[in-house]
């Protein structure tokens, strides 16, 4: 969906940064690796994610930090960042989470952090009923698939055509600007 930005803004992280240029609750743009990350701290923590959202491509460091997660400013995709992880539609898929080390009063970003494996769920007869197909219902859906369910999910609603992504449609697909894998269908 996002793609890297050709033009990298803020500090090199592979370079360091002073950590007090971080300030608690606050975030950072800058990259490392050649692709945009955005830095946060929380207290003594720092955390790397990055920096696009994966819904629609917006930049999550004009967005809004609450506790550890972070919220795009276009569509309110939220987004842990302690793992990268997409909570909250419409985004569908994690940002990257990226490793971070402390040396004296800098911070430098070292590398990617691999995806852990999810946990296969006990095995379950009972089956899901999700209300509304539209952004919610299928975010909740994919999340379910996500986490390992593996009973039948059924989506009810009153459109006619299978869930799709609104916004992308309304926008840039439209328009013929967009490629078809924007939209999850």
Known sequence: MAEPSSELEGPDFEKGCKIDKLA?????????????????????????IGATCTHYG????????????????????????????????????????????????????????????????KSSSSSVVIVGAGAAGSAAAEMLRREGYEGPITLISADEFLPYDRPNLSK??????????????
């Open 24 to 48: 608690d609750g606050e975030m950072l743009l800058g990259h490392a690796f050649g692709e945009a990350i955005l830095a946060a701290r929380r207290g003594e923590e720092i955390f790397a």
């Open 58 to 121: 917006g930049p999550l460091a004009k967005g809004l930090m609450v506790d550890c997660t972070v919220r795009c400013p276009w569509h309110h995709a939220r987004f842990d960042l302690r793992t990268g992880e997409a909570i909250g539609a419409p985004a569908l898929s994690d940002v990257s989470c990226w490793k971070i080390e402390k040396r004296g009063n800098r911070f430098f970003i070292t590398g990617k952090i691999d995806k852990k494996p999810t946990r296969k769920p």
């Open 172 to 185: 840039d697909y439209l328009a013929g600007t967009a490629p078809e894998e924007w939209i999850p269908l």
